[in-house]
């Protein structure tokens, strides 16, 4: 056996692989080009700064890698300072080169599968689990496999729940929330049938009251992105999101709203929504720089410890509530996160260079 053999798959699973990869991310690609160029319309092309300036700020930086950005994501990211700095990852080049180098892409669904947190976090306080649906088989909150009719009868005895998928639910895509006064003559066995396999159903969280107060008909969650680099692991963005309106949904992409947390747990002073706008104060009344989230410090402490017991993903999103007795409740976690650049600056900070070195060079 040749050493270059050993710990390798076939060669046509390592094609399928990489067909697959490749094809995955570069629909992730053109789909961030997509909506940078959405954005920028939104707020009348953004920085616009020089291209004498962009040339010589920010193509020359990235010269070293042989790699070429286009101005439009520095026009998008620079746009709040009013001014270029080359640090910030393009989104298509993320995807394309900087993810797969730091994460295993045909990982991300299955270990961040809703119905496995319990066995990953056993130590992270989680909503409590009414009933789960893996592959086609019910786990009542204990883990013993029930029938249909058993997973119908938990429902039905329930006042309140929150059902969604259990892989795919990204930007609150099928997140159903029910509550008996709403959906008197709910139809749980078509409910069930709907969501076909691979869903949870979990108790909605009553928020600490500070978060509450901002957007009470939302669970209002902390979206921290972690990185592990040096043996260490890294906070480069936290944000508080936040619904609008009569949302019972949290995310920027649902009309919410979204503002950077300082390191101390205090609100920055503004908040963006979908069209990158900043705003000062919460439709509700709620001025940002007010708010000091309740318990980040242990949010963070407790995501430095899970990230190092999820070594197949070194940048990771996670998402945290906080219940009424001031309880870090882990929410989920997503190995394909975007970075919140737009809104927290660039996703490396001060170890950029560092870090590209590392992926292009080493």
Known sequence: MYMHEINKAGRWERLCRSVYRSVD???????ARKSCRQQLKTINGGFKGSKELFRSQVLSFWSR??????KMWYDLYCFKDGKYDPRYIPEDLYWQKIYPALNRPDFRHA?????????????????RTILKNSSHTFYDGSGKIISFNDAKSLLESEKSFVIKPAIYSGEGLNVFFYDKETYP?????????????????QEIIKQHEVLAGIHPSSLNTIRVISFLYGGEVHISSSILRM?????????????????????????EDKAMDKLSRWTEKHPGGTVFRDIKI???????????KAHLDTPHFRIIGWDFAVDESGDPVFIEYNGAPGMNQVSCGPLFGDLTET???????K
């Open 65 to 70: 890698y042989n790699i070429k950005p286009d």
């Open 243 to 267: 619904g609008v309106g009569e949302s019972r949904l949290d995310n920027v992409s649902a009309g919410g709203l979204a503002c950077p947390i300082k390191p101390d747990g205090k609100l």
């Open 185 to 201: 003559d709910m139809d749980f066995q078509k409910l069930l049938e709907s969501y076909g396999t691979d869903y949870i159903v």
């Open 111 to 127: 270990y961040t599968d809703k119905c496995s947190y319990i066995r990953l976090f056993p130590y992270l306080k989680q909503p």
């Open 294 to 304: 309740p318990s980040y410090d242990r949010i963070i402490s407790l995501i430095r």
């Open 25 to 31: 991310l570069y629909m992730e690609a053109r789909k």
């Open 355 to 361: 870090v590209l070195d590392t992926i292009f060079f």
